[in-house]
Structures are given as C-alpha cells and as structure tokens.
C-alpha cells in the first residue's frame, strides 16, 4: 500500500481552528433561471461528476495521537443523498430573505465523520430563479480550486450529456500502525522537498543568497503589520450564527476604472471595499480618520498546472485599508501605491516559506498549539487583523447545470474569533459578485458594506482623473 493523501499544514489548520464557533467552511450560491430541476435530476449530475472529483467521496482520518497530519480515505458508507437537501422559499422571495436562509446553511458545521461537502437546492427565488448552494469545507479547497470543482460538476455547454455513473468501491482503511508510519514517511519527504533545492543554492548562490535576501524582507515587513490595532465595533468575539449580504457589478466598468485612474482590478476592488468599510464604520457613528481597519489578503501560490488541485495553495499580505481618506480617486491612488510596495517587500512570499516550514513541524505540537490558540482567541480575540478580503478569478464563461444557464455566483467566506467580517470577492462572466460574511449577533448590518462597494465604484467610474 502506498502513501496516503496526507492534508498539508495549512488544510489541518483549517479543520484546528474549527471550534463550533468558527466555521471553516467556504461556499457559493449559484443562482440560475428556470426550469428549476428535481433533486433526483441534481443527484444524478453530481452522481455522474464524482469521479472527477474522487475528495467528495472521502473523509478526514486522523492520525493516533496526533502523531502525523490527518489523511484523506475513502467513506466506506459514502450516500450521496445525505450531502443533498433541499429548501423551499415561499415564492416569490426577494434576495434579502435568500441571503438569510444562506447565513442559516453556513452557521452550521459539517460533521467530520462523512466527506466534508453538502449541495443545497434552493427553490422560490423571484423570476422563476432557482439556486444551488455549494458548501465546502476549507481543509479540502481554497478559493482558486474551489472554483475548479464548481466547473467540474457544472458543464459548459448547455446540451452536455451526463457522463455515464461508474461503479465504485471504496478502498479499505488501513490499521492504525500504518497510518503512524505513513505520516511519519510523509514528513521525511516533505523534508527531503525542502532540501531538495540545496544543490541549486550551491550552483547559484548569489541567486540563492538573493531570494534569501527578499524573504528576509518580507519577514520583516509582515512581523509589523500584526501590531495590536485599535478597536472598533466590527472585530472582537463572535458567535456561531452569521449574517451575510451580496452585491454585484459588472467587471468591465471595473477594468475601465483601472484605466481611467491607474490600477489594476485588485486594486480597484481593495479601494471599494474600503469604501464600503468606512461607509460601515459612519454609519455605527464611529470615526474612520481615527481607526486602522487591517486586511488580510490571500494570495494564490498556484502555478497553471495546479488550479484544479483539492487543497490549499495561498499565501497572504496584510494591507491597512484607507478607510480615512474621503475622496474616491486619492484612495484608490493610494492603494495602488501602497500595494505596489507590499509586492516588492516580498510579504507573500515570506508569508509562503512559513507555510512550508510548517509542513516540517511535528504535527502533535503543530496540533495542540493550534487548538490552544483557538481556545484562548475564544475569551481574548486577536487585534492585529480586522477583516479579510479575498478575490477570487472566476471563469468568464457562461456555465451550465443540466441545460439551465448560471445567471450569479455569490460567494461566501468565513470569520474566525476577532474577525467580524470577510468580503469575498468573485468574477464570473463579465460579473463581479461580492459576498460579505458577519457575525450575526455583532454584525447584522454587513449589507450597508455590500451595498457601499458598487456605489464606490461607480463613483470611480463617474469621477473625472486627477
């Protein structure tokens, strides 16, 4: 029997940092017109698709006594009907009432001893709409390869034929002494990667020495940025209930707005949220000049070849948006110098050799310390980030679910403890969609963001270049 597919460290962080609080789920809303399809259509289709995407039919196996990073097996029990359901909205429903019954899914936890996914479809949306919505957990996928399992259960032409559904049969677990020398085999491999660049450092060291030189900096850029910053009404402890709102615009006038002023679409995007963020923080009657509001960013290390891989390959940069300044074409010229520096301080891709030393800890320590973490970050929540905010590439392709169009993509990211509040941002087919997650007890008001985000925009778009 071979190596099993062990999670990396930063998939097992996702499931430590899982407390019945914080959620570490990601999700989407898929919302198409009608005919809306019966749940046996949709159980077919994904019956059909799960080959291509043999994690849904596996679950997490932890190592005895933390010994080794938990690994993925087959579920010998896998039902395909119990990762299905069905919701029915009292037509016609309004996006609001949808956006509450997607807060409902997502503040509950997926049970750890079945593949860790759930398909939701959801009926009674105004116009005839209809919506799927898609539940994954973030030990299994980040947002680029989530997006990649999305296109593999949806099709790209609208008169695709379902594959043919193949026989399958779980692969037996092995005994527990297997999974300990397993995962002790996988560490010294991922050892031997982390050396394995050695004898390139030795033909190129000035090569070497510089790259060396880049992480040093971004190491001493990122330590800075995770200083206490002050506190407001939007970071602090949360509860296991979330609110959640969405708002869309197209893609287009962003990337003319790059144009216009200066920028790239990212930078657009960050200048909006933080102007949906100090549109927040007015409208709770506290002052943006005197606050720092700390983002998080996630940033993809995948290369072309791996887009489609079922685990976590980000890195991330800590950015402090500028939610003092008023005037919508100073901020986003900010952003788009501020950001520039942060690329060159090389914070990515300090933020990514942590990562891999990561890999090499030993995951019994690696483990308690994490769940300690999280237990502490219960009663005394960290200060030094106050919201993340990822963007996500979408395909900018129409895709199809059993011949029916998707018209949206809403997505939806989680909050931990002192993270109030995550904006997701995704593209798809010429759209920009924003998905703002809250806390629900703290942070019912997360659609005066979603709101705030295309009204900055088009601000942007009507002002005149400076």
């Known amino acids: 029997m071979g190596c099993m597919d062990r999670l990396t460290s930063i998939d097992a962080e996702f499931l430590y940092l899982e407390d019945g609080i914080s959620h570490m789920h990601i999700a989407g809303a898929c919302v198409f017109g009608d005919p809306k399809p019966t749940l046996e259509e949709i159980e077919l289709l994904v019956a059909s698709k799960l080959p291509t995407i043999p994690r849904y039919r596996q679950r997490v196996h932890p190592v005895p006594f933390g010994l ?14 119990y990762h299905l359901r069905r919701a029915g909205l009292p037509a016609p429903a309004d996006d609001k009432t949808f956006a509450e019954l997607v807060a409902q899914l997502m503040s509950q936890p997926l049970e750890r001893d079945r593949p860790l996914w759930e398909i939701t479809l959801v009926e009674g949306l105004r116009d005839d709409r209809w919506a799927l919505v898609f539940k994954v957990h973030h030990a299994m996928v980040d947002g680029v390869s989530g997006v990649g399992l999305l296109s593999a259960i949806l099709d790209l032409e609208v008169d695709a034929a379902l594959p043919v559904e193949e026989p ?99 930078d657009v995007v960050l200048a909006a949220v933080a102007a949906g963020h100090r549109e927040l923080l007015l409208s709770r009657g506290e002052d943006p000049a005197e606050l720092v509001i700390r983002t998080l960013v996630p940033v993809s290390t995948r290369r072309g070849d ?78 030094s980030v106050n919201t993340v905010t990822t963007n996500v590439p979408g395909p900018q392709f129409p895709l199809y679910c059993l011949g029916r169009e998707m018209l949206e993509y809403q997505p939806f990211g989680p909050i931990a403890h002192g993270i ?3 904006t997701a941002i995704l593209s798809y087919n010429g759209k920009l969609a924003f998905g703002v997650t809250g806390d629900r007890a703290t942070m019912p008001d997360v659609g005066v963001l979603a709101e705030a985000i295309p009204a900055a925009i088009e601000e942007l778009l009507q002002a005149q270049p400076s």
């Open 68 to 81: 080794g990073r938990p690994v993925w097996v087959d579920d010998p029990h896998f039902d395909i009907k």
């Open 168 to 266: 399958w049969t779980p692969q037996p677990s092995p005994s527990s002494p297997w999974f300990v020398l397993d995962a002790w085999w996988g560490l010294t491999q991922d050892a031997a990667r982390s050396v394995s660049g050695l004898p390139h450092a030795i033909a190129s060291p000035v090569e070497a020495a510089q790259g060396l030189l880049e992480v040093g900096r971004g190491m001493w850029n990122f330590i800075p940025g995770l200083s206490s910053t002050p506190t407001t009404s939007i970071d602090g402890k949360i509860g296991p209930s979330r609110s959640w709102a969405t708002s869309s615009t197209d893609l287009g006038d962003v990337k003319a707005i790059g144009k216009l002023h200066g920028g790239t679409v990212n």
């Open 306 to 383: 791996e887009l489609d891989v079922p685990d976590n390959r980000v890195t991330a940069i800590l950015y402090d948006l500028p939610v003092d300044e008023p005037d919508p074409v100073t901020r986003l010229s900010r952003v788009h110098e501020e950001m520039d520096v942060l690329k060159a301080a090389h914070m990515a891709e300090a933020g990514d050799v942590v990562l891999h030393l990561l890999d090499l800890a030993p995951p019994m320590i690696l483990g308690t310390v994490s769940k300690l973490a999280e237990r502490v970050m219960q009663d005394n929540p960290q200060h």
């Open 420 to 422: 109030r509040i995550c």
